[in-house]
């Protein structure tokens, strides 16, 4: 089930009634109803799929309790291992395999040697890689006894299928999202009115923002060859917007509904475009996907200790899996490694940490050095994107290639190919420009309108949320899935 | 808890209404400044879907507005007709495109499944009545509401950029065939082998043809049926004998030319059902002779089997 379709505009305020008005008093019943609406939100989709979660769950559940009761070193380690093959290895067959064979086929083929090889007719589960990360997880604090394992089969399910987060995140750890199934959840308005107003703002950034610059990108992208070197520019700009309204918008709306039902997810996305270095983009980027590598993979290796070598090794590694955790192509591989090469000065100069603050605090604008350092970043952050979007390593090339000619400083050529039509309205352009502002000027909020609800007319709120609503109505673009749905 | 219950319910019932308005104050304003008017010299329209927008080449047939629309099943074909019968009272005769495909179930999804809905809706709503809008809601309700939404949307946009024209003015023209589309779809239909009778009907698609014919009627225009040119490989022919079942029970009365056979080479075809611009042009040549020779239709209800087009 899509966020934004209407069957979501029905299913939510069924399961909000139902959760609320009807099994409140009991909080076993509570999250029995979370496990069955995830299920069905879920089911929508492809109900066969079902089954791995529910493997997932069953597996990890079994392997917490058995951690529980065991103190033989070795044998916590096995149960550990379990836990990690068993949901590496569902990952790895519906996302991974098909890559791996057609990567050893055309490796042996540059030596000489030709092999067949079958690839599997795989349909990818939605949002595999985000319940399998957060399971993991899981296994994994037990084993490190840095969190008790649950007894509660249902809370547990509950935590491994929450719905607003199951497909696209924030990944949840287990230590912030498991407990809050333990206790009785009580309703707060103004949770609730904050959960409704970061679902509309989020609904604004898939719906307005996300899908009309899919449009437009999608045909500068797959039309690459056809256009001025300025023009795929401007093609790898309307997709940086496209990728961050679609899966900030995502996770905004995820986080709003969970409010809704009282619970608190962390925040996934803290205005990433304003960061002043790669570092600070990415403490804003994909929070909760940049943390669990750091705390299971980054540290684990040895972090930012170390000689030089290590730190450089430990910086592409956690870069290169995260690229590939993103998908089964050599353009995120590509992608990860360019991160890191991006990363690796500010580290080894130890100017990471440099840019924690918001940026420009209590002022309006950036300062001229702030606002040179802001716009750098987005072009190096860009420019990555394009092998991010790019269909294969040829394309991404090719596109790179025809950026770097003469025609990059000629006026952006953006006419549709095949019918001459100009493809990006004037009113996109405006949209665009106005949600840069909204954002900006809500910097120091966990969302781009959070700091509404310090308005006090009752009447100019609304007249906020009515011109939002209204914005959706009319300037929505053509309905795409999100992207994230697909890592 | 209330408290939130009462707001969210008034917000909601203040943004329906809102959005209602939004939706009703340009359809309305569209209703009576839309433009379905044709050049003064329009004595003939060809109305139907693709197969028919693809034959007829109207720059190629004088006095002749080709009106067809790809992927339009007859329901919003007879809010077209009755908005251009309405403007444009000099027509004589209408020429509905009436082919198997036309008769299938497929017919139903071509009217309200979410695709061709949303493409249709936004620009017939405003000459939809009730009884209209409520066919499609009850079909596909969620479908119904997005289109509705893309109606407020194309609506606003019709008005700020005072664009009234509701016909188009060029028609569509396949390119010249892709030979390996042309010979695998051959190939394809070949595999298949015989055709298996199919009898499936769309009722809702007939009823518009019936609405369609009577409105014609009452405005005292000619009506000619006609089945455009197919390739001998297409598979619509599965449902030939309820295609003719269904002619003879209600249109027995109506014109009817049947180009489905005529003698047309595959470098005419642009896939199985379609005509190319090369078949387009001999056919359409031939269509104006033809009208030249027969000015009053009056004989027209003929069956043309052996026809054979020079397609230099």
């Given at each position: 089930?899509?966020?934004?379709?209407?069957?979501?505009?029905?299913?939510?305020?069924?399961?909000?009634?139902?959760?609320?008005?009807?099994?409140?008093?009991?909080?076993?019943?509570?999250?029995?109803?979370?496990?069955?609406?995830?299920?069905?939100?879920?089911?929508?989709?492809?109900?066969?799929?079902?089954?791995?979660?529910?493997?997932?769950?069953?597996?990890?559940?079994?392997?917490?309790?058995?951690?529980?009761?065991?103190?033989?070193?070795?044998?916590?380690?096995?149960?550990?291992?379990?836990?990690?093959?068993?949901?590496?290895?569902?990952?790895?067959?519906?996302?991974?395999?098909?890559?791996?064979?057609?990567?050893?086929?055309?490796?042996?083929?540059?030596?000489?040697?030709?092999?067949?090889?079958?690839?599997?007719?795989?349909?990818?589960?939605?949002?595999?890689?985000?319940?399998?990360?957060?399971?993991?997880?899981?296994?994994?604090?037990?084993?490190?006894?840095?969190?008790?394992?649950?007894?509660?089969?249902?809370?547990?399910?509950?935590?491994?299928?929450?719905?607003?987060?199951?497909?696209?995140?924030?990944?949840?750890?287990?230590?912030?999202?498991?407990?809050?199934?333990?206790?009785?959840?009580?309703?707060?308005?103004?949770?609730?009115?904050?959960?409704?107003?970061?679902?509309?703002?989020?609904?604004?950034?898939?719906?307005?923002?996300?899908?009309?610059?899919?449009?437009?990108?999608?045909?500068?992208?797959?039309?690459?060859?056809?256009?001025?070197?300025?023009?795929?520019?401007?093609?790898?700009?309307?997709?940086?917007?496209?990728?961050?309204?679609?899966?900030?918008?995502?996770?905004?709306?995820?986080?709003?509904?969970?409010?809704?039902?009282?619970?608190?997810?962390?925040?996934?996305?803290?205005?990433?475009?304003?960061?002043?270095?790669?570092?600070?983009?990415?403490?804003?980027?994909?929070?909760?996907?940049?943390?669990?590598?750091?705390?299971?993979?980054?540290?684990?290796?040895?972090?930012?200790?170390?000689?030089?070598?290590?730190?450089?090794?430990?910086?592409?590694?956690?870069?290169?899996?995260?690229?590939?955790?993103?998908?089964?192509?050599?353009?995120?591989?590509?992608?990860?490694?360019?991160?890191?090469?991006?990363?690796?000065?500010?580290?080894?100069?130890?100017?990471?940490?440099?840019?924690?603050?918001?940026?420009?605090?209590?002022?309006?604008?950036?300062?001229?050095?702030?606002?040179?350092?802001?716009?750098?970043?987005?072009?190096?952050?860009?420019?990555?994107?394009?092998?991010?979007?790019?269909?294969?390593?040829?394309?991404?090339?090719?596109?790179?290639?025809?950026?770097?000619?003469?025609?990059?400083?000629?006026?952006?050529?953006?006419?549709?190919?095949?019918?001459?039509?100009?493809?990006?309205?004037?009113?996109?352009?405006?949209?665009?420009?106005?949600?840069?502002?909204?954002?900006?000027?809500?910097?120091?909020?966990?969302?781009?309108?959070?700091?509404?609800?310090?308005?006090?007319?009752?009447?100019?709120?609304?007249?906020?949320?009515?011109?939002?609503?209204?914005?959706?109505?009319?300037?929505?673009?053509?309905?795409?899935?999100?992207?994230?749905?697909?890592? | 808890?209330?408290?939130?219950?009462?707001?969210?319910?008034?917000?909601?019932?203040?943004?329906?209404?809102?959005?209602?308005?939004?939706?009703?104050?340009?359809?309305?304003?569209?209703?009576?400044?839309?433009?379905f008017k044709l050049p003064q010299d329009s004595k003939f329209i060809v109305i139907g879907h693709s197969h028919s927008e693809c034959s007829f080449n109207d720059t190629l047939i004088d006095d002749l507005r080709n009106l067809s629309g790809s992927g339009e099943s007859y329901f919003y074909t007879y809010l077209k007709t009755k908005q251009v019968l309405e403007q444009n009272p000099l027509i004589e005769t209408v020429f509905i495109e009436f082919t198997n495909n036309q008769v299938?179930?497929?017919m139903?999804?071509w009217?309200?499944?979410?695709?061709?809905?949303?493409?249709r809706?936004?620009k017939y709503?405003?000459?939809?009545?009730?009884?209209?809008?409520?066919?499609?809601?009850?079909?596909?309700?969620?479908?119904?509401?997005?289109?509705?939404?893309?109606?407020?949307?194309?609506?606003?946009?019709?008005?700020?950029?005072?664009?009234?024209q509701y016909i188009r003015e060029t028609p569509l023209s396949k390119?010249?065939?892709?030979?390996?589309?042309?010979?695998?779809?051959?190939?394809?239909?070949?595999?298949?082998?015989?055709?298996?009778?199919?009898?499936?009907?769309?009722?809702?698609n007939?009823?518009y043809l019936r609405k369609i014919v009577k409105l014609c009627k009452?405005n005292d225009k000619n009506i000619v049926l006609v089945r455009s040119p197919l390739?001998?490989?297409?598979?619509?022919?599965?449902?030939?004998?309820?295609?003719?079942?269904?002619r003879?029970?209600?249109f027995?009365?109506i014109n009817y030319l049947d180009f489905s056979?005529v003698?047309l080479?595959?470098?005419n075809f642009y896939?199985?059902e379609h005509l190319n611009e090369?078949g387009a042009k001999a056919f359409s040549l031939w269509f104006d002779a033809f009208l030249k020779k027969n000015p009053d239709l009056?004989?027209v209800n003929e069956v043309y089997?052996?026809l054979?087009l020079?397609?230099?």
């Amino acid at each position: 089930m899509l966020f934004n379709s209407i069957d979501f505009a029905v299913f939510l305020p069924i399961v909000f009634i139902l959760y609320w008005f009807v099994t409140q008093k009991h909080l076993l019943v509570q999250n029995l109803l979370i496990v069955f609406a995830s299920y069905l939100f879920y089911g929508w989709w492809d109900w066969r799929f079902l089954l791995l979660i529910f493997s997932s769950t069953v597996i990890d559940y079994f392997v917490g309790r058995g951690l529980a009761k065991q103190d033989i070193k070795a044998r916590r380690k096995a149960l550990l291992w379990t836990s990690i093959v068993v949901n590496l290895g569902i990952l790895g067959v519906f996302k991974y395999y098909n890559f791996f064979v057609d990567s050893f086929v055309d490796m042996f083929s540059l030596f000489g040697m030709q092999m067949k090889a079958s690839s599997l007719d795989i349909i990818l589960p939605v949002g595999i890689s985000f319940y399998t990360f957060q399971t993991l997880s899981y296994s994994i604090d037990v084993y490190k006894r840095k969190l008790e394992p649950t007894k509660d089969f249902i809370a547990f399910s509950a935590f491994v299928s929450f719905f607003p987060q199951l497909v696209a995140g924030p990944i949840e750890r287990a230590s912030n999202l498991l407990p809050q199934f333990y206790k009785k959840r009580e309703f707060n308005y103004s949770k609730a009115i904050d959960g409704m107003r970061q679902i509309l703002w989020g609904l604004f950034k898939k719906i307005v923002i996300a899908d009309n610059c899919a449009e437009y990108a999608n045909i500068i992208f797959n039309n690459s060859a056809d256009y001025s070197g300025s023009a795929l520019v401007f093609g790898a700009v309307l997709f940086a917007f496209q990728i961050y309204g679609d899966f900030s918008g995502y996770s905004d709306i995820a986080i709003g509904t969970s409010k809704l039902f009282g619970f608190n997810l962390k925040q996934n996305f803290n205005f990433p475009y304003f960061s002043r270095d790669i570092a600070e983009f990415w403490r804003r980027w994909h929070i909760s996907l940049s943390s669990w590598f750091r705390d299971y993979l980054y540290i684990p290796l040895g972090g930012s200790r170390g000689s030089i070598s290590m730190k450089v090794r430990n910086t592409f590694i956690i870069f290169i899996v995260s690229g590939f955790w993103h998908g089964a192509n050599w353009t995120f591989v590509v992608w990860g490694a360019l991160n890191a090469l991006y990363f690796l000065p500010l580290l080894l100069f130890n100017k990471n940490r440099v840019n924690i603050d918001t940026i420009a605090k209590n002022r309006l604008l950036p300062g001229f050095k702030e606002f040179i350092m802001i716009l750098f970043t987005f072009g190096l952050t860009v420019f990555a994107w394009i092998f991010f979007r790019a269909d294969s390593m040829e394309h991404a090339i090719s596109y790179i290639t025809n950026i770097f000619s003469s025609s990059l400083f000629s006026i952006p050529y953006i006419f549709e190919p095949d019918t001459g039509l100009p493809i990006l309205p004037k009113m996109i352009l405006l949209l665009i420009a106005l949600f840069v502002l909204v954002e900006w000027l809500g910097r120091d909020g966990q969302y781009g309108i959070s700091n509404v609800v310090k308005i006090r007319s009752r009447v100019f709120r609304w007249s906020i949320y009515l011109a939002i609503c209204f914005m959706i109505i009319l300037f929505h673009g053509k309905q795409q899935e999100f992207i994230y749905f697909q890592f | 808890m209330r408290q939130f219950v009462k707001l969210s319910l008034v917000f909601s019932l203040l943004l329906l209404v809102l959005t209602v308005l939004l939706i009703e104050v340009p359809e309305s304003y569209l209703e009576n400044r839309a433009s379905f008017k044709l050049p003064q010299d329009s004595k003939f329209i060809v109305i139907g879907h693709s197969h028919s927008e693809c034959s007829f080449n109207d720059t190629l047939i004088d006095d002749l507005r080709n009106l067809s629309g790809s992927g339009e099943s007859y329901f919003y074909t007879y809010l077209k007709t009755k908005q251009v019968l309405e403007q444009n009272p000099l027509i004589e005769t209408v020429f509905i495109e009436f082919t198997n495909n036309q008769v299938s179930p497929i017919m139903d999804d071509w009217t309200w499944d979410d695709e061709h809905m949303n493409h249709r809706y936004p620009k017939y709503s405003p000459f939809m009545n009730r009884k209209e809008k409520i066919t499609l809601a009850s079909n596909n309700f969620t479908g119904f509401i997005a289109s509705n939404f893309k109606t407020a949307k194309e609506g606003v946009g019709r008005i700020l950029s005072k664009d009234y024209q509701y016909i188009r003015e060029t028609p569509l023209s396949k390119p010249a065939s892709n030979e390996h589309i042309l010979d695998s779809l051959i190939l394809d239909a070949k595999k298949k082998g015989p055709l298996k009778k199919d009898s499936k009907l769309s009722e809702v698609n007939v009823d518009y043809l019936r609405k369609i014919v009577k409105l014609c009627k009452e405005n005292d225009k000619n009506i000619v049926l006609v089945r455009s040119p197919l390739h001998s490989s297409y598979r619509g022919y599965s449902n030939e004998s309820l295609y003719h079942k269904i002619r003879k029970k209600y249109f027995s009365d109506i014109n009817y030319l049947d180009f489905s056979s005529v003698s047309l080479d595959d470098s005419n075809f642009y896939d199985l059902e379609h005509l190319n611009e090369k078949g387009a042009k001999a056919f359409s040549l031939w269509f104006d002779a033809f009208l030249k020779k027969n000015p009053d239709l009056d004989s027209v209800n003929e069956v043309y089997l052996d026809l054979n087009l020079e397609t230099n």
